[in-house]
């Protein structure tokens, strides 16, 4: 690029920042269309947190499925997610990732950056990846070819596979492969994986993008005991490098990757701690773990 072109650049993006203001919206400046886009690297977590959500409510035709949500995230924390059905875990996801927009409440990533400017693939370009229930992998094609797929899509150079992968991005994903444990199932189609090298697979479509924030909803439901056993290692292993919220109903599985549980009733947090506190706790056993 030529000094001309940059110094021309620049004076665009000093305009930008200093009319940015001017385009904020009535509703708290929510028009996701303006915002500007935000890269990984900037999510500023100094102070110590990779996710802040403040008296957050959503309604739906007048049922408050989010009622004054407050919760906040370490950066590299591993946390559970428990509640009963219909306590407003996945409608707090779809607040998270853009999905759904809240009526009212503060949601940051990091100590800068407001959430609800921005729409669902800014978010995720930012680093929240989702992993939704079921696995959506391209079953016609191979473990690798997933994998390569999720990477270019995430930089952006749409769903063609004419690029090559450079250096770094081969890397990546060969240490993605060795992680989500499918190093030996390289060209394998993935429609022939189990359910849980599938979901695994998926796991590392996410981790491709290197995400700062992951959230996983549901992520051992229909796994054998040994598949289960397996996920929890890999969460451990991906705990610190990344920040995940996994929201779950499998106890056992819960009880051995969690340190702080929170636990989700009528849209709200119930109470939060380690697992054996919160299941001592008589709120939590009347409206959960008691039924
Ligand atoms: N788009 C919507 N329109 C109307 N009601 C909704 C909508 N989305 C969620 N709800 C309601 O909001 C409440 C919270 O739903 P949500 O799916 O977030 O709960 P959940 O904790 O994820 O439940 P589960 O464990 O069963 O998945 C439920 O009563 C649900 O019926």
Redesign the pocket.
Known sequence: MTPDLMEAGSERLQHYREHRDEHRTESGGRSASMARPVVAGEVDVTHGRILYLEDVHVS??G?K?INGLNLDIAPGELRCII?P???????MMDIITGKTRPDRGTVFFGSTIDLLRYNEPQIAAMGIGRKFQKPTVFEQLTVFENLELALKTHKGVGASMRFALNGAQKDRIAEVLHTIHLAGSVTRQAGLLSHGQKQWLEIGMLLVQEPRLLLLDEPVAGMTDEETARTAELFLTLKGKHSLMVVEHDMGFIATISEKVTV?CDGAVLAEGPLAQVQADERVIEVYLGR
């Open positions: 739906f035709d049922f499925a509640g059905n219909g306590a407003g875990k996945t409608t989700l």
